[in-house]
């Protein structure tokens, strides 16, 4: 019994990682339609801007949550104004806007911050563990669970019970019909783009105690992310959450089994065969006529 809570709880550790990085990626992509290759360098800002807090001004992880969020949704904000909403109507060029983009962040990051390992110190409050039927896992990971599930709880309440959701519903379904109601489509995406730029810097601001902080930290957790939202289904916040409980438990269990490269290799396979089979994603909301 020890054994199997022990494995639940690893594989819903990594989950939690999975769902808080994906879940930025799957609004941008669910409602904008925008593969943004960048994502994984607002993680890498997120994780930065928690380090630079914390040795410059002193700053626990805890209280910078909402300096770090602010800081990274407004710039997700001036990208989106300034690049991304000229080319809404050319997906392949913001595929390679956005990898331009990713880039230019990791150089300017190398050359301001160098290019060397940074650690960020886990909240002292959290630095302990806990015991869970027979099981210990660190308290720290149980918080970023908790707190991966209550993002997600409030970005589903935005999303289906007030108006700005209703809106970018009613974006997401068709854009110029929506747009002849009055609705602002351009204000819409660049909100979207900001909120999922911000939450993946608290992503990476949470991950930075429990990894090492560096330029390219963010190059493994957008394919990671993308996994999560193309098996979960695009315009599907649900699906997002199965996903990446499923990949994060899957991923445990082949890493207990054998090691972290083979059960990387075994997921990605076991998503190609999923999306062969499913290629609209587990969990497909149905429109109305």
């Known amino acids: 019994m020890d054994f199997v809570v022990s494995q639940l709880l690893t594989g819903l550790s990594l989950s939690s990682i999975l769902l808080l990085v994906a879940l930025g990626l799957a609004i941008i992509y669910g409602v904008t339609g925008v593969i943004n290759l960048a994502h994984g360098e607002f993680v890498m800002l997120g994780a930065y801007c ?6 410059q001004l002193g700053w626990g992880l805890l ?9 990274v949704a407004l710039l997700g904000l001036a990208i989106e104004y300034l690049v991304i909403r000229h080319l809404y109507d050319r997906p392949l ?3 390679l806007a956005t990898w331009g983009l990713g880039v230019m962040a990791q150089q300017i990051v190398r050359l301001l911050a160098g290019g060397e390992l940074r650690y960020v110190q886990m909240p002292g409050a959290l630095s302990g563990s806990v015991n869970i039927l027979g099981a210990t896992d660190s308290a720290y990971r149980l ?3 908790a707190f991966a599930l209550g993002l997600f709880a409030l970005t589903w309440y935005v999303y289906r019970h007030t108006s700005i959701g209703l809106q970018l519903r009613a974006i997401t379904q068709n854009r110029q019909i929506a747009s002849s109601f009055g609705i602002n489509a ?5 909100l979207t783009f900001a909120y999922g730029a911000g939450i993946a810097g608290l992503a990476g601001a949470l991950i930075s105690p429990l990894k090492s902080v560096s330029p390219e930290m963010g190059t493994g ?17 649900f699906g997002t959450v199965v ?3 499923l990949l994060g438990e899957l991923t445990g269990a082949l890493a207990y089994l054998s090691n972290d490269t083979i059960a990387k290799a075994l997921v990605l396979a076991a998503v190609v065969v999923i999306i062969r089979f ?5 969990f497909t909301p149905r429109l109305r006529a």
Do not use: C, E
């Open 243 to 245: 996903s990446s409980g």
């Open 50 to 55: 928690a380090w630079l807090l914390q040795t």
């Open 93 to 95: 060029d913001t595929i």
């Open 143 to 145: 918080f970023v669970l």
């Open 278 to 282: 499913r290629p609209q994603g587990l």
């Open 63 to 71: 209280p910078s949550l909402i300096p770090i969020f602010v800081a």
């Open 221 to 237: 957790y957008v394919v990671d992310a993308f996994m999560v939202v193309v098996v979960g289904g695009v315009q599907s916040l």
């Open 186 to 190: 351009g204000r819409a995406y660049r």
